[in-house]
């Protein structure tokens, strides 16, 4: 059976002066998180240069598999050091 796990979170990113610098912020992201073989996009906030509002999305046959790569997704989503995860949510369908 498919089950889909959806990551929503948000990062502060309290230093960026314009969405140039964001962007940089969310493609470095992006770049760490490559071997998850998620898709990520930015949902919401596109419009504000401080805050991203993303969701990472990954599909598999086993519920105990998405959860244990969310969590480490959670773990290096904390540990960026340009950005602090300031809200998340995960939905497994």
Same mark, same amino acid.
């Given at each position: *059976?498919?089950?889909?796990? !959806?990551?929503? %979170? ?10 140039? @610098? ?10 760490? /998180?490559?071997? %998850? ?7 919401? @906030?596109?419009?504000?240069? /401080?805050?991203? /509002?993303?969701?990472? !999305? *990954?599909?598999?046959?086993? !519920? ?5 790569? *969310? @969590? ?13 995860? !300031? ?7």
């Amino acid at each position: *059976m498919l089950h889909i796990g !959806v990551l929503q %979170f948000s990062l502060e990113i309290p230093w960026a002066e314009s969405l140039k @610098d964001k962007r940089r912020i969310i493609r470095s992201l992006k770049d760490r /998180t490559r071997k %998850f073989n998620c898709s990520i996009a930015e949902i919401d @906030d596109q419009d504000v240069a /401080t805050l991203a /509002t993303l969701a990472a !999305v *990954m599909a598999a046959n086993d !519920v105990s598999y998405i959860n244990g790569a *969310m @969590d480490k997704y959670l773990d290096i989503l904390r540990a960026i050091p340009d950005a602090q995860l !300031v809200d998340q949510q995960l939905e497994i369908l």
